[in-house]
Protein backbone atom coordinates (compact mmCIF):
# COMPACT_ATOMS: atom_id res chain seq x y z
CA UNK A 1 0.00 0.00 0.00
CA UNK A 2 1.21 3.23 -1.36
CA UNK A 3 0.89 6.51 1.58
CA UNK A 4 1.74 9.79 2.23
CA UNK A 5 4.44 10.39 4.29
CA UNK A 6 7.13 12.30 5.05
CA UNK A 7 10.83 11.33 6.33
CA UNK A 8 10.00 12.29 10.11
CA UNK A 9 7.60 9.38 9.86
CA UNK A 10 10.74 7.02 9.31
CA UNK A 11 12.70 9.02 12.08
CA UNK A 12 12.71 6.71 15.50
CA UNK A 13 13.03 8.04 19.44
CA UNK A 14 16.48 6.58 19.75
CA UNK A 15 19.59 9.10 19.96
CA UNK A 16 21.72 8.86 16.69
CA UNK A 17 25.00 7.75 18.08
CA UNK A 18 27.66 8.17 15.28
CA UNK A 19 30.88 10.64 15.94
CA UNK A 20 30.21 14.09 14.90
CA UNK A 21 30.96 14.54 10.84
CA UNK A 22 30.75 10.96 10.33
CA UNK A 23 28.86 10.60 6.79
CA UNK A 24 26.35 8.20 7.92
CA UNK A 25 24.38 11.09 9.20
CA UNK A 26 23.99 12.27 5.82
CA UNK A 27 23.17 8.89 4.50
CA UNK A 28 20.56 7.90 7.26
CA UNK A 29 18.48 11.51 6.10
CA UNK A 30 18.62 10.62 2.75
CA UNK A 31 17.51 6.42 3.09
CA UNK A 32 14.60 8.17 5.23
CA UNK A 33 13.74 10.75 2.52
CA UNK A 34 13.67 8.17 -0.23
CA UNK A 35 11.52 5.84 1.99
CA UNK A 36 8.83 8.71 2.11
CA UNK A 37 9.12 9.25 -1.72
CA UNK A 38 8.38 5.70 -2.37
CA UNK A 39 5.46 5.94 0.40
CA UNK A 40 5.49 2.17 1.31
CA UNK A 41 3.84 1.96 4.59
CA UNK A 42 6.26 1.42 7.54
CA UNK A 43 4.99 -1.79 8.92
CA UNK A 44 5.83 -3.39 4.93
CA UNK A 45 9.66 -2.43 5.38
CA UNK A 46 12.44 -4.07 6.71
CA UNK A 47 16.13 -3.06 7.41
CA UNK A 48 18.54 -6.15 8.12
CA UNK A 49 22.11 -5.36 9.34
CA UNK A 50 24.38 -6.85 10.76
CA UNK A 51 28.01 -5.46 12.76
CA UNK A 52 29.94 -2.32 12.76
CA UNK A 53 29.05 1.16 12.33
CA UNK A 54 26.77 0.94 9.37
CA UNK A 55 24.39 -1.45 11.44
CA UNK A 56 23.29 0.75 13.45
CA UNK A 57 20.57 1.46 11.09
CA UNK A 58 17.85 -0.71 12.15
CA UNK A 59 17.36 1.34 15.40
CA UNK A 60 17.07 4.78 13.73
CA UNK A 61 14.35 4.01 11.04
CA UNK A 62 11.02 3.74 12.28
CA UNK A 63 10.67 0.25 9.98
CA UNK A 64 11.08 -3.27 11.10
CA UNK A 65 14.74 -3.93 11.62
CA UNK A 66 16.67 -6.70 12.68
CA UNK A 67 20.26 -6.46 13.69
CA UNK A 68 22.23 -9.67 13.27
CA UNK A 69 25.43 -10.98 13.22
CA UNK A 70 28.60 -10.07 11.80
CA UNK A 71 28.25 -10.82 8.09
CA UNK A 72 25.68 -12.26 8.04
CA UNK A 73 22.74 -9.92 7.01
CA UNK A 74 22.87 -10.66 3.44
CA UNK A 75 21.67 -14.34 4.44
CA UNK A 76 19.03 -13.22 7.31
CA UNK A 77 17.32 -10.75 4.80
CA UNK A 78 16.77 -13.71 1.88
CA UNK A 79 15.20 -15.38 4.72
CA UNK A 80 13.00 -12.77 5.48
CA UNK A 81 12.38 -11.86 1.76
CA UNK A 82 11.25 -15.42 0.85
CA UNK A 83 8.80 -15.79 4.12
CA UNK A 84 7.15 -12.67 3.29
CA UNK A 85 7.80 -11.56 -1.01
CA UNK A 86 5.52 -8.26 -0.27
CA UNK A 87 8.35 -6.89 2.23
CA UNK A 88 10.76 -4.23 1.15
CA UNK A 89 14.35 -5.27 2.58
CA UNK A 90 16.81 -2.93 3.21
CA UNK A 91 20.12 -4.74 3.65
CA UNK A 92 22.92 -2.30 5.62
CA UNK A 93 26.29 -2.86 6.44
CA UNK A 94 29.95 -1.74 5.81
CA UNK A 95 32.98 -2.70 3.29
CA UNK A 96 34.30 -4.82 6.73
CA UNK A 97 30.76 -6.76 7.42
CA UNK A 98 29.98 -7.23 3.33
CA UNK A 99 33.38 -7.96 1.93
CA UNK A 100 35.22 -9.79 4.68
CA UNK A 101 33.10 -12.08 6.96
CA UNK A 102 30.16 -11.33 4.66
CA UNK A 103 32.02 -12.19 1.52
CA UNK A 104 30.41 -15.62 1.05
CA UNK A 105 26.88 -14.15 1.79
CA UNK A 106 27.04 -11.03 -0.60
CA UNK A 107 28.10 -13.56 -3.27
CA UNK A 108 25.55 -15.73 -3.43
CA UNK A 109 22.87 -13.04 -2.70
CA UNK A 110 23.88 -11.40 -5.93
CA UNK A 111 24.19 -14.35 -7.45
CA UNK A 112 20.76 -15.83 -6.49
CA UNK A 113 19.18 -12.26 -7.36
CA UNK A 114 16.10 -12.02 -4.68
CA UNK A 115 14.55 -8.48 -4.88
CA UNK A 116 16.14 -6.90 -1.89
CA UNK A 117 18.58 -3.59 -1.65
CA UNK A 118 21.99 -3.71 -0.52
CA UNK A 119 23.62 -0.53 0.98
CA UNK A 120 27.63 -1.15 1.28
CA UNK A 121 28.75 1.99 3.60
CA UNK A 122 32.60 2.12 2.41
CA UNK A 123 34.70 3.78 4.16
CA UNK A 124 37.56 1.96 3.51
CA UNK A 125 38.34 1.45 7.56
CA UNK A 126 37.18 -0.57 10.41
CA UNK A 127 35.42 2.14 12.56
CA UNK A 128 33.75 0.78 15.08
CA UNK A 129 36.70 -1.22 16.30
CA UNK A 130 38.44 1.68 16.06
CA UNK A 131 40.19 2.00 13.05
CA UNK A 132 42.05 -1.43 11.65
CA UNK A 133 42.58 -1.42 8.37
CA UNK A 134 39.65 -3.32 6.40
CA UNK A 135 38.76 -5.08 2.88
CA UNK A 136 38.91 -2.07 1.04
CA UNK A 137 41.74 -0.12 2.47
CA UNK A 138 44.22 1.60 0.27
CA UNK A 139 47.86 -0.05 0.27
CA UNK A 140 50.06 1.84 2.35
CA UNK A 141 47.12 2.20 5.41
CA UNK A 142 48.66 2.64 9.03
CA UNK A 143 46.69 1.39 11.63
CA UNK A 144 46.62 -0.92 14.47
CA UNK A 145 46.69 -4.09 12.47
CA UNK A 146 49.18 -2.63 9.82
CA UNK A 147 51.17 -0.40 11.96
CA UNK A 148 53.72 -0.50 8.86
CA UNK A 149 50.72 0.02 6.17
CA UNK A 150 48.96 -2.36 4.56
CA UNK A 151 50.91 -4.58 1.67
CA UNK A 152 46.90 -5.97 0.47
CA UNK A 153 45.12 -4.62 -2.74
CA UNK A 154 41.88 -3.39 -1.59
CA UNK A 155 38.89 -4.91 -2.97
CA UNK A 156 37.16 -3.50 -5.41
CA UNK A 157 33.58 -3.63 -4.87
CA UNK A 158 31.38 -2.92 -7.58
CA UNK A 159 33.75 -5.27 -9.51
CA UNK A 160 33.39 -7.73 -6.71
CA UNK A 161 29.69 -7.60 -7.51
CA UNK A 162 29.41 -7.41 -11.29
CA UNK A 163 31.98 -10.57 -11.07
CA UNK A 164 29.22 -11.94 -8.62
CA UNK A 165 26.46 -11.83 -11.02
CA UNK A 166 24.94 -8.91 -9.45
CA UNK A 167 21.56 -7.36 -12.02
CA UNK A 168 22.06 -3.88 -10.56
CA UNK A 169 25.34 -1.89 -9.20
CA UNK A 170 25.33 1.39 -8.41
CA UNK A 171 28.09 4.21 -6.78
CA UNK A 172 27.27 7.13 -5.11
CA UNK A 173 28.21 9.64 -2.62
CA UNK A 174 27.27 9.97 1.60
CA UNK A 175 26.86 13.69 1.39
CA UNK A 176 25.21 14.53 -2.30
CA UNK A 177 21.90 15.41 -1.72
CA UNK A 178 21.74 16.11 -5.18
CA UNK A 179 22.87 12.26 -6.70
CA UNK A 180 22.40 9.85 -3.63
CA UNK A 181 18.31 9.31 -3.47
CA UNK A 182 17.74 9.37 -7.08
CA UNK A 183 20.23 6.01 -7.23
CA UNK A 184 18.62 4.58 -4.09
CA UNK A 185 14.88 5.04 -6.04
CA UNK A 186 16.50 2.87 -9.05
CA UNK A 187 18.29 0.58 -6.57
CA UNK A 188 14.66 0.38 -5.23
CA UNK A 189 12.99 0.06 -7.90
CA UNK A 190 14.80 -2.84 -9.73
CA UNK A 191 13.37 -6.29 -9.41
CA UNK A 192 16.30 -8.08 -8.10
CA UNK A 193 18.80 -7.38 -5.75
CA UNK A 194 20.52 -4.32 -5.90
CA UNK A 195 23.84 -3.07 -4.61
CA UNK A 196 24.57 0.33 -3.83
CA UNK A 197 28.33 1.25 -2.90
CA UNK A 198 28.03 4.56 -0.97
CA UNK A 199 31.76 5.73 -0.52
CA UNK A 200 31.21 7.20 3.51
CA UNK A 201 34.20 9.59 4.91
CA UNK A 202 35.29 7.88 7.96
CA UNK A 203 35.95 11.63 10.10
CA UNK A 204 38.04 9.82 12.61
CA UNK A 205 40.24 6.84 11.39
CA UNK A 206 40.39 7.49 7.91
CA UNK A 207 39.28 10.74 6.63
CA UNK A 208 39.47 12.02 2.94
CA UNK A 209 40.04 8.16 2.18
CA UNK A 210 37.97 9.08 -0.85
CA UNK A 211 39.97 11.74 -1.79
CA UNK A 212 38.64 12.71 -5.28
CA UNK A 213 35.27 13.08 -4.14
CA UNK A 214 36.22 13.86 -0.08
CA UNK A 215 34.19 17.26 -0.27
CA UNK A 216 32.02 19.03 -3.22
CA UNK A 217 34.58 20.89 -5.06
CA UNK A 218 37.10 18.01 -5.34
CA UNK A 219 33.98 15.91 -6.35
CA UNK A 220 32.93 19.02 -8.73
CA UNK A 221 36.43 18.22 -10.45
CA UNK A 222 36.75 14.84 -10.10
CA UNK A 223 33.44 12.49 -10.49
CA UNK A 224 31.71 11.72 -13.21
CA UNK A 225 28.03 10.82 -13.26
CA UNK A 226 26.84 8.19 -15.04
CA UNK A 227 23.99 9.15 -17.05
CA UNK A 228 22.26 6.46 -19.46
CA UNK A 229 22.95 7.21 -23.25
CA UNK A 230 24.93 10.18 -22.12
CA UNK A 231 28.81 11.77 -23.03
CA UNK A 232 30.80 10.37 -20.18
CA UNK A 233 32.32 13.90 -19.18
CA UNK A 234 34.21 14.92 -16.11
CA UNK A 235 34.69 18.00 -14.39
CA UNK A 236 33.43 21.19 -13.89
CA UNK A 237 34.10 22.55 -17.15
CA UNK A 238 33.32 19.07 -18.84
CA UNK A 239 36.57 19.36 -21.05
CA UNK A 240 37.31 15.91 -20.64
CA UNK A 241 35.89 12.37 -20.63
CA UNK A 242 36.38 8.46 -21.51
CA UNK A 243 37.06 7.38 -24.65
CA UNK A 244 37.16 3.22 -24.91
CA UNK A 245 40.39 1.84 -26.57
CA UNK A 246 39.40 -1.07 -28.72
CA UNK A 247 42.53 -2.96 -28.12
CA UNK A 248 42.06 -3.76 -24.92
CA UNK A 249 38.45 -2.87 -23.98
CA UNK A 250 39.51 -0.22 -21.01
CA UNK A 251 38.64 3.27 -20.25
CA UNK A 252 41.12 6.31 -20.79
CA UNK A 253 40.67 9.80 -19.68
CA UNK A 254 41.13 12.25 -22.68
CA UNK A 255 40.81 16.41 -23.07
CA UNK A 256 37.96 17.21 -25.24
CA UNK A 257 39.95 19.20 -28.19
CA UNK A 258 41.07 19.02 -31.75
CA UNK A 259 42.48 15.53 -31.22
CA UNK A 260 39.70 14.30 -29.42
CA UNK A 261 36.60 16.15 -30.34
CA UNK A 262 33.38 15.34 -28.45
CA UNK A 263 31.92 13.18 -30.48
CA UNK A 264 34.60 10.48 -30.02
CA UNK A 265 33.60 10.34 -26.44
CA UNK A 266 32.07 7.18 -24.99
CA UNK A 267 28.10 7.01 -24.01
CA UNK A 268 27.45 4.96 -21.42
CA UNK A 269 25.18 2.49 -21.98
CA UNK A 270 23.98 1.03 -18.25
CA UNK A 271 22.82 -2.71 -20.14
CA UNK A 272 26.70 -3.61 -21.19
CA UNK A 273 28.30 -5.62 -18.62
CA UNK A 274 31.59 -5.72 -20.38
CA UNK A 275 31.88 -1.82 -20.48
CA UNK A 276 30.72 -1.73 -16.70
CA UNK A 277 33.22 -3.94 -15.81
CA UNK A 278 36.27 -1.12 -17.37
CA UNK A 279 34.18 1.43 -15.70
CA UNK A 280 34.25 -0.30 -12.44
CA UNK A 281 38.25 -0.99 -13.37
CA UNK A 282 39.24 2.84 -12.94
CA UNK A 283 39.83 3.00 -9.03
CA UNK A 284 43.37 4.73 -9.39
CA UNK A 285 44.17 7.76 -7.71
CA UNK A 286 44.59 9.42 -10.63
CA UNK A 287 41.28 7.83 -11.98
CA UNK A 288 37.86 9.75 -11.78
CA UNK A 289 35.17 8.63 -9.26
CA UNK A 290 32.90 6.81 -11.54
CA UNK A 291 29.29 7.77 -9.94
CA UNK A 292 25.79 6.54 -10.49
CA UNK A 293 24.29 3.44 -12.04
CA UNK A 294 27.14 1.32 -13.43
CA UNK A 295 25.12 -2.08 -14.71
CA UNK A 296 21.26 -2.99 -14.91
CA UNK A 297 20.71 -6.16 -16.32
CA UNK A 298 18.36 -5.65 -19.40
CA UNK A 299 15.06 -7.47 -19.57
CA UNK A 300 16.26 -9.87 -22.37
CA UNK A 301 18.32 -11.32 -19.67
CA UNK A 302 16.34 -11.54 -16.62
CA UNK A 303 16.04 -14.49 -14.59
CA UNK A 304 12.92 -16.09 -12.54
CA UNK A 305 13.96 -13.91 -9.06
CA UNK A 306 13.25 -16.29 -5.82
CA UNK A 307 10.49 -13.48 -4.44
CA UNK A 308 8.31 -13.84 -6.99
CA UNK A 309 8.26 -17.69 -6.94
CA UNK A 310 5.20 -19.38 -4.73
CA UNK A 311 6.04 -18.76 -1.34
CA UNK A 312 4.74 -22.00 -0.62
CA UNK A 313 7.06 -23.91 -2.69
CA UNK A 314 9.72 -22.34 -1.63
CA UNK A 315 9.79 -22.74 1.90
CA UNK A 316 10.06 -26.78 1.54
CA UNK A 317 13.22 -28.49 1.52
CA UNK A 318 12.78 -29.98 -2.40
CA UNK A 319 11.19 -26.46 -3.78
CA UNK A 320 14.06 -24.13 -2.09
CA UNK A 321 16.55 -26.21 -3.99
CA UNK A 322 14.43 -26.12 -7.49
CA UNK A 323 14.50 -22.28 -7.20
CA UNK A 324 18.79 -22.59 -6.34
CA UNK A 325 19.39 -25.26 -9.13
CA UNK A 326 21.43 -23.46 -12.07
CA UNK A 327 19.22 -23.22 -14.91
CA UNK A 328 19.33 -25.68 -17.79
Known amino acids: ?????????????Q????????GDYAILNGVRAVLADIGKSPEDVVFV???????????????????TIHGRAPAVATGVKLANPDLDVWVVGGDGDFLSIGGNHLLHTLRRDIDINLLLLNNAIYGLTKGQYSPTSNIGTRSPSSPDGSIERPV???????????SFVARTVDFMKDHLPDVLVRAHAHKGTSLVEILQNCIIYNDRAFENVADKASAAQNALRLVHGE??????????GLVLDEADGRFRVAEIGDVCPVEAIARHDETNLVRAMALAALDGPDDPAILGVLYVRPPDHEKPALSVMDRTEAMTLDGLAALLAPAG
Not at 1 to 13: E, I, N, R
Not at 15 to 22: A, H, M, Q
Not at 54 to 59: Q, T
Open 49 to 67: SGIGCAARFPYYVATYGIH
Open 1 to 13: MTVSLSPKDFATD
Open 15 to 22: EVRWCPGC
Open 156 to 166: NAAMFALGAGA
Open 231 to 240: PMLIGVEQNK
